[in-house]
């Protein structure tokens, strides 16, 4: 894999407190024969690792299980192509290719799912900060007693065979860098480490473990523990939301549980359960 890579700028360094990821020591870390990553490639600066991936894969030049790292995106996305943005080296912001060939392409719409599962057990092991899941996509940590977002999830096709997943989480970002007050990184949340290179072998190793079970279980979100680990690690059930949809609907309702298609269900206030796929969720009381 040959990622497009930017010069090495005089800027690498200017935060000495934001050291550059080390690609060797990741490489040694997380390739290994018969394990999912096949390989690692860290670029200082791109426009988004996702499209970089896409393309990657859609020339030939990008197996199962490469893994492409960013020090700094500048035209990061997220859902509905918003932009996310950050100071380099800052946090990390990587994608993934998945082929999972021997799952039926109707259980595809869990793997941004799975990748929030993997992603809050990571860094709660390496990081010691509880990260709630907040449905469909988005990783929310607490600050002074106040949720925010501290990083996101998007999922794409390339192709017919295969998913690239994207994954960005703020590390270090200080309150005058956030984008937004909603926003937040690990370091705000009392993270006991933001090194990164620790913290980024901690959350793919989780990926390659739920990525692994879940194919075992031919993508079965039940089987493979997947729907009630999810759930359990989902600050949206049990709070009452606003489900705001294509076409400028939307549906208020309490979130009562993850269907066996990974779509949230509300009950509305009729007594009708109406299951979600997809939408921004506004979160209208506290849990």
Known sequence: MTPRDASDDSSRWSDLERPPLNPGALRRGLVRAGGLWTGMDVVQRTGSTNSDLVALAAAGKADEGAVLVAEEQTSGRGRLDRQWTAPARS???????????????????????LTGV???????????????????????????????????????????DAVIVGVGINVT??????PVPQAASLALAGAVTTDRDPLLRA??????????????????????????????????LGRLVRAELPGDRSITGEAVAIDGDGRLVLATEDGVQEPVGAGDIVHLRPA
Request: proline letters at 5%.
């Open 118 to 160: 993997a992603v809050a057990t990571g860094l709660s092991r390496s990081a010691g900060v509880d990260t709630a899941l907040k449905w469909p996509n988005d990783l929310l940590v607490t600050v002074d007693g106040e949720e925010r977002k501290a990083g996101g999830i998007l999922a794409e096709r390339a192709g017919d």
């Open 91 to 113: 946090g990390l912001f990587f994608s993934v290719l998945l082929k999972p060939s021997d799952v039926p392409v109707a259980r595809w719409g869990w793997l941004p799912l």
């Open 173 to 178: 970002l200080r309150e005058d860098e956030l």
């Open 203 to 236: 959350v793919l190793r989780s990926l390659e473990h739920w990525y692994d079970k879940w194919r075992a279980a031919g993508g079965d979100p039940a089987a493979s523990g997947l729907q009630e680990t999810y759930a359990a690690g989902c600050s949206t």
